[in-house]
């Protein structure tokens, strides 16, 4: 099962760039007045790039989060840092004058950001194992800007309306590479924070007594775990927007597909939270007559099932 | 190391004072008496000033300084990831100076080679127990606070696991309530009584007849030399 998994997700990766609504000719891809090189260096490819790193992100965070938490339902965005980009550009959209939407990036990176940092304000009045407090604390900030959320489309008109709609749906239709660069560095760095804190996230993947008898510093390493997660996730919700659920089902599809402890399945929940969101989007990409249909619908779709599917097949193998 | 509680104070615990000074003791009392919170507070697990560490605040100590000199044995085991087998327990407690060839060693003598590869979620209360034990060892602190070591055990590995802790060559206290224990240890005495400390001494005052009388009143009979429980 593991070896077709790869072999498949392989065959995703090497065919999304090249698979859409326009068919390519290989030969065209290096011949720079070719619409084909436009299409795929600037279109298809940093499109890939960008699904490829958030859903490695949102897949790896998840994987940390329910970790930290020690809650199989939390995902990179319970702590309400998706909410916090989503009501920030959706104040955006609605008090700012039309020539200004190209800055919604940076609002949804300031909304998310703020979130991040009130959310640390707080956890630095909290004691180390508190995370309950904090989820709750996430949990609630959620619900305030939910509702904010809802005074801003209450001010809007039918157009901003459905402008914010658009958004919270998520949508991976980037253009160039300077969208791909921010995603990309933030997974790598975040990749690369929970690599080199593997041995502290195998200690508290036993217990918080035994990781703080053990000579962890729990409240520095959450810290640490949260803020790349939140601000690594935070990047992706301001290019992308909030793509639900690939932080939910990944980290469990993955362990289940391993049987191993969370702190070795590390690279497995990057490469297939990434693959997952490519093979989302050449869904996406492909199967509306019209227009795409909404990735993270896709997601949902895709996802949803496939979990069920796995959690059945396990707990009937296992009792 | 002296460790030193001074008047240390909590819901349970009422203004307890003592000092441990490279020496062995047992932590005795009866259900919900404090004995617990005693020794997660004594380990930084219960955050408080009133615990000092050669004169120096606990909490001040940094992380890697605590985990050389002290270390906690709980009497449940709590593992988050179903997929951590007690092989990789294990492997998390080698500290102080252990070695994997000592993981093998400690596995062998408790008699547990065969659940190394069982995640610790499927393990008995027995077998947990035994794990935690050899993580304590292994662990190898200046000083294992371990609580209820026995509780779970039948009477085999009660025995084995008591011939263990007499060897173990770092300082220990043990928390419990077996009385049998406390005795055959034959060490120091903290007696806590809904969370006051109502006796520090020598096992040997503690097990006079009429001071242990005045504690237990008929309910325990010493019979064939063991305490038994007098059901009346």
Redesign the interface.
Known sequence: MKRLIFALSLIILAIAPFVGETAMKLANLFTPEATEYLLFWELRLPRVGVAFFTGAILALGGMVFQ?VF?NALTTPFTLGVSNGATLATAIGIVFLPASLAALSYFFSFVGAFSTVVVLFLFARSL?ATQTHSLLLIGIALSFFYSATLMVIFYLSDLEQSYSIIRFTMGSLSVVGMESLYPVAVAALALLWVVIRYRPEL??????Y??A??????IKKINLILLLAVSISAGVCVSVVGPIGFVGLVIPHIV?LLY?????ALILPVFYYGGVFLVFCDLIARNLGAVSEVPIGVVTSFIGGPFFIYIILKQRGRHG | MKLSVDNLSTPFLKGISFEVHDENAVILGSNGAGKTTLAKAL???Y?TSSVLVEGEKLASLG??R???L???V?SGL????E??DAE??LN??L?NGSTPDDLETVMARLNITGIRNTP?RCLSSGESQLLLFAGGLL?NARLTIFDEPTANLDSDKKIKLFGMLKEHLGWKIIITHDLNLAYRLGYRILYLREGELVFDGSATDFFEESHFRSLFGESICWVGGHFVVNYG
């Open positions: 970790a020690r004691k195998k200690l508290l993947l036993t217990s007594e035994n703080f008898l053990k000579g962890i510093e362990r049987r191993r402890s969370s702190d | 380990v930084g697990l955050e992380s890697g605590r985990a050389q002290l270390n906690f709980p709590d593992v988050f990831d997929y951590i990789a327990f998390l407690s500290l610790c662990h």
